[in-house]
């Protein structure tokens, strides 16, 4: 886990989005009032190569703000549960952040990225503070609520589900009811918050991604660069299945 | 697929890939750079000489002996190359510019021979190819120079001895050819002499107007005896009337001289008697018989009173003219025969002539023809004769040299210089290429237009994110770049000091 520099100590507060609930009459004053932690500066931002607000007239967000149209597009602009995954390893973690953090761009939508990338994580880089529970964690002791394992991200409106302490047997762990529920659950609770699921490359891990595919709403196929033949690449797409595939985007890297 | 997009595509892979394995690209740079620095220094200098020589194509012995016999063109299947490097050539080449070849064993020689077939060319001038071009590479133009001009001089003293060569042996091979045909021209002569010798009469002519001679001989005679023989015919049925008559005028002058005996009786007893007297009657009666037997006779053969003389000398003419004819006939007969005999020799001779006619003629066609060749042959041998003092003379080459041996004054092929000026290109096109034809040839997907290509029906490709350098990145690359940038320092001192310190090396003079 990498240390991030600051001034002020980092209190590792864990910030419910259950906890400001009842209170809200609105939506928009609901986010308002999302409690925040410390943000990213602009150099940590480019440190992580996620997009920013400052960033404004970048290809870059360009990009992703197009992805993000054409994904919502797809919903009718209602939430959704996107799979990110990708066809060969690398790739799929960067694009995956980068429209949760260009949803959450605008202000009047919320995103939360699950790291279900068991294998290599990413999410605790988003992390100002240090996550003690994470997804598995989750999955493995009934006791911890969603709650527990839902972190602010140093990227506004963003929420962060990191992948936890308990990797051992994450296919089985990822095949449980506990799974289907807790998606069910973050879907349902606000209309307003997308939700990006960061998978393990497609070509690695096969059951995972069959299992994550059902349980989402859409896929999206990362192709990194100079990494999968054709044949790899229609092996991923089978694997997925045409019909959860919302598309494939093209990662230079 | 978009050409231009696949272009850029590749372009911009190509360049992720450089800079992804700059470190080996920096190396195989490096190590390229300096083996051509290195090459350029020790680059091999070498001399070029160059000779032209032109052949004519005609040889000697075919205009000697054109239209009389077809000969082989002497050199058609031998090109100049193949004399060059002809081990008999070579070897004397060697000797000449190398004298100590003739102490050298075997093996040294053969190794000095492949040195040399190695270093010789030889081409045609493209425009003319009855010019043949020679060149011989050497490291230094003194060698070049000697080996090429012994070369030429080597192939044109034995072009020319080869010559002088073919036009004694075409001389010879005419001047023996003469001599045979003489001998049968001779030969042929002597039988033809012998042969007219053996048949002297032997004129079919003269046998022909000779048959005809007789032939018409034979037939005068036929007819003569013809002639002789109704001749005698004629004769024997006039002498057979002739003695007919002859009985009757005996008859007629018996009667006659009766009557002139009775009519002297009578004239006498007239003389003493009257003419009653009875004697004198009956005289008168027996004349009157006799009158009338003799009237009876002249009417009945009427000869004249006039022909009474020549009666008998007719009957002896005739009778002469019988006999001189059947002597005749015998004489014409027994030509005639002995003519028949001849000509029946004659017809044989005849036929002798015209078997002789025949043998006649074969020998005489044998004679002139022999006679023909021979005497084609000692004009050509004049010819012969003219080829071979002008050869003696040194005229009429079939090779010659249109341009001698040039002493090479400047080394050919790629000056140093250049090698050195495309070193730094030369290093950089390797890495790159390596890259380029890897970005191209791996199958993985490098290019958003093949991507977009290769995508199943139905699902989109929604978007492109582009590469993105991270401040950290970015520092890595930096720390990179000093290195690379201090390389790039060393290796353009170095490529300087190259030039400044090997001038004389790099830079022809």
Redesign the interface.
Same mark, same amino acid.
């Given at each position: 886990m990498r240390e991030l520099s600051g001034s002020r100590p980092l209190e590792n507060k864990k910030v419910s989005p259950v906890a400001s609930l009842g209170k809200a009459t609105s939506p928009a004053s609901q986010i308002a009032r999302m409690s925040e932690v410390r943000q990213f500066t602009a150099?940590e931002f480019?440190?992580? #190569?996620v997009v920013h607000a400052g960033d404004e007239g970048s290809?870059?967000l360009k990009?992703?703000r197009? @992805?993000r149209t054409? @994904?919502m597009k797809r919903t009718d602009w209602r939430n959704f549960v996107c799979l990110v995954t990708s066809a060969a390893p690398g790739g799929s973690s960067?694009?995956a952040v980068?429209l949760a953090a260009t949803i959450a761009l605008d202000k009047s939508k919320t995103s939360l990225l699950v790291d279900a990338n068991l294998y290599s994580p990413f999410a605790e880089l988003l992390l100002p503070v240090p996550a003690q529970l994470g997804l598995t964690d989750y999955l493995e002791d009934p006791t911890t609520g969603i709650e527990d394992i839902v972190y602010a991200s140093g990227i506004p409106r963003m929420r962060v589900v990191p992948v936890g302490n308990n990797r051992e047997g994450g296919t089985e762990k990822i095949n449980s009811v506990r799974m289907r529920d807790f998606f069910t659950e973050i879907k349902d609770r606000y209309a307003d918050r997308y939700i990006i699921v960061d998978a393990p490359s497609a070509a690695d891990y096969d059951a995972e991604i069959r299992i994550l595919a059902e349980l989402c709403d859409f896929v999206?196929l990362v192709?990194p =660069?100079? #990494?999968?033949?054709?044949t790899q @690449?229609?092996a991923s797409?089978d694997k997925i299945g045409?019909e959860h @595939?919302?598309?494939?985007? =093209?990662?230079?890297? | 697929m978009d050409a231009i997009q696949y272009v850029k595509d590749i372009v911009t892979a190509l360049k992720r890939e450089l800079i992804r394995y700059r470190a080996a690209v920096a190396a195989l740079f490096t190590v390229l750079f300096l083996t051509a620095l290195y090459l350029s220094l020790h680059w091999p200098k070498y001399y070029v000489s160059e000779a032209a020589i032109t052949k004519d194509v005609t040889n000697v012995i075919e205009p000697l002996l054109r239209g009389t016999a077809e000969v082989a063109d002497v050199n058609q299947n031998e090109t100049m190359q193949d004399l060059i490097f002809s081990r008999r050539l070579m070897d004397r080449v060697l000797l000449r510019i190398k004298p100590e070849v003739a102490q050298m064993s075997p093996d040294q020689v053969e190794l000095e021979i492949i040195e040399f077939r190695r270093n010789m060319a030889v081409g045609y001038d493209p425009a003319n190819r009855n010019i043949t071009i020679l060149s011989f590479t050497s490291p230094t133009a003194d060698r070049a120079y000697e080996t090429l001009k012994a070369v030429v001089d080597v192939f044109i003293e034995d072009r020319m001895a080869e010559k002088q060569k073919v036009t004694y042996e075409a001389h010879n091979f005419i001047s023996d050819q003469v001599i045979k045909y003489k001998r049968r021209l001779e030969n042929a002569e002597e039988k033809l002499k012998d042969f007219k010798s053996r048949n002297v009469d032997a004129s079919e002519q003269a046998v022909k107007d000779r048959i005809a001679q007789l032939a018409n001989e034979i037939e005068n005679l036929r007819i003569a005896i013809q002639e002789s023989e109704e001749k005698i015919r004629t004769t024997r049925s006039q002498l057979d009337i002739e003695s007919q008559n002859v009985g009757q005028r005996a008859r007629h002058r018996t009667l006659t001289e009766r009557r002139r005996l009775l009519t002297e009786q009578l004239d006498q007893l007239r003389l003493v008697y009257q003419d009653s007297y009875p004697d004198i009657v009956a005289l008168k009666s027996q004349i009157f018989e006799i009158d009338q037997a003799i009237d009876e006779y002249k009417t009945e053969y009427s000869f004249g009173a006039g022909g009474q003389q020549s009666e008998l000398p007719l009957y002896e003419e005739l009778r002469k003219q019988l006999s001189t004819a059947e002597v005749d006939l015998k004489t014409q007969k027994r030509r005639y025969d002995s003519l028949q005999e001849l000509l029946e020799k004659e017809y044989k001779l005849a036929e002798r002539v015209a078997a002789n006619q025949a043998e006649l003629t074969d020998l005489t066609r044998d004679y002139d023809v022999t006679r023909k060749v021979y005497e084609e042959m000692l004009a050509r041998k004049e010819n012969a004769n003219i080829t071979l003092a002008l050869n003696d003379e040194g005229q009429g080459e079939s090779y010659k040299v249109l341009e001698p041996p040039t002493y090479p004054l400047q080394p050919a092929g790629v000056p140093a210089i250049l090698i050195y000026i495309a070193a730094p290109f030369l290093a950089i096109a390797a890495p790159v290429g390596i890259a380029a034809i890897f970005v191209v040839i791996d199958p993985r997907l490098r290019s958003v237009a093949l991507l977009s290509q290769k995508l199943p029906e139905g699902i989109p490709l929604l978007g492109v994110v582009p590469h993105r350098g991270t401040p950290l990145a970015a520092r890595l690359l930096r720390k990179d770049i000093i290195l690379l940038t201090l390389l790039a320092v060393i290796l353009i001192v170095i490529y300087g000091y190259t030039l400044y310190k090997f001038q004389s090396l790099l830079l022809p003079l």
């Open positions: 150099a480019n440190a992580l #190569k290809v870059h990009v992703f197009d @992805l054409q @994904l960067h694009v980068n999206v192709v =660069y100079g #990494k999968v033949t054709e @690449l229609n797409i045409s @595939l919302a598309g494939v985007v =093209y990662n230079w890297c | -």
